[in-house]
């Protein structure tokens, strides 16, 4: 069943690099992103983890955990965190799930649901290569997946919660290659009149349907 924006995100219990972790009991009151690997000791996925756990404290700043997965054993992340620090030079900070037998990933829609688990190379496991970004409500508010070749861009992953905060808290819309301190979109569900009211240093209306206002702090 796939995964969509607004969806409850499937809850589960799975053993972590931290212990034993319940997913919407770990989330609690933050955000959460959940990004995933396909196999461990792979390249791409190697300057990956490396890369979150230099971003982890942007992360922290915006009420934020990580959480990563691997469909492979804990004992085997425990053993590549030591590859990532040496050639990344960052020491994973977070959570990495294990998840050899695959339920997570089937649960999130990552692989086909007749996967078997056992024996299988990172080709087998390819889709696996997803992010989910998920509120303190517990609902999916974005998701990316990427192929195998190609490295995520987590400072994107960071820009991305950043506008989705900005919407939750402010009911505003973000344009293209929005940054932080850019003007945003007012929706077109909030009336002129609203809008003056909510915004009484005044908007640039571009059209009807296109108002622009500077970013509310």
Known sequence: MAIRIGDEAPDFTA???????????????HWAIL??????????????????????????????KVVGLSVDPVSDHR?????????QGHAVNYPLIGDENLVV??????????????????????TVRSVFIIGPDKKVKATLTYPMSAGRNFDEVLRLLDAIQLNAKHSVATPVNWRPGDDVIIPT?????????????????????LRVVKQPQ
């Open 15 to 29: 053993e972590s690099t931290e212990g034993t972790l319940h997913f919407h009991q770990w989330i609690g009151d």
């Open 35 to 64: 990004f995933s690997h396909p196999k461990d000791f792979t390249p791409v996925c190697t300057t990956e983890l490396g890369c979150v756990a230099r971003l982890k404290p942007e992360f922290d700043k915006r009420n934020t």
């Open 79 to 87: 053993a590549w965190v030591g590859d990532i620090e040496e050639t």
């Open 105 to 126: 990933a089937k649960l999130y829609d990552m692989l086909h649901p007749n996967a078997s688990p056992g024996a299988r190379s990172a080709a087998d496991n390819a």
């Open 189 to 209: 569900s909030v009336s002129d009149e609203d809008a003056r009211k909510k915004y009484p240093q005044g908007f640039k209306t571009l059209k009807p349907y």
